[in-house]
């Protein structure tokens, strides 16, 4: 069973830093991807950052230039860097892993992914 634990997630001022991480131990795919998405309340999931089994990298444009994804395969652990935080990056950020992506080529779509974390919230402040 696959359960991906997110952690550091919190409180910042706009134009701060934070780094989300991903514990996800027990995924045996060869082929896969992993991925950070977010949800404010009262709107619909999305995709932030996603990276696949080979290291390809997909963002959405709200965050090119300012989050980083990168994976550590030894320690089964995805992070998110965030950059120049701002009061829209508000939300509740979930890590989630699945080979459907990779498959699909829609790295950023929720409904290809399976496995999903219980969330970290991340509050921006002006």
């Known amino acids: 069973q696959v359960q991906p634990v997110e952690s550091g997630g919190g409180s910042v001022q706009s134009g701060g830093s934070l780094r989300l991480s991903c514990a996800a131990s027990g995924y045996t795919y060869s082929n896969y991807c992993m991925g950070w998405f977010r949800q404010a309340p009262g709107k619909e999931r999305e995709g932030v950052a996603a990276i696949d089994s080979d290291g390809s990298t997909s963002y959405a444009d709200s965050v090119k230039g300012r989050f980083t994804i990168s994976q550590d395969n030894a320690k089964n652990t995805l992070y998110l860097k965030m950059n120049s935080l701002k009061p829209e990056d508000t939300a509740m950020y979930y890590c989630?892993?699945?080979?459907?992506?990779?498959?699909?080529?829609?790295?950023?779509?929720?409904?290809?992914?399976?496995?999903w974390g219980q969330g970290t919230q991340v509050t921006v402040s002006s």
């Open positions: 989630a892993a699945g080979d459907g992506a990779y498959y699909s080529g829609r790295y950023l779509e929720p409904n290809e992914y399976t496995y």
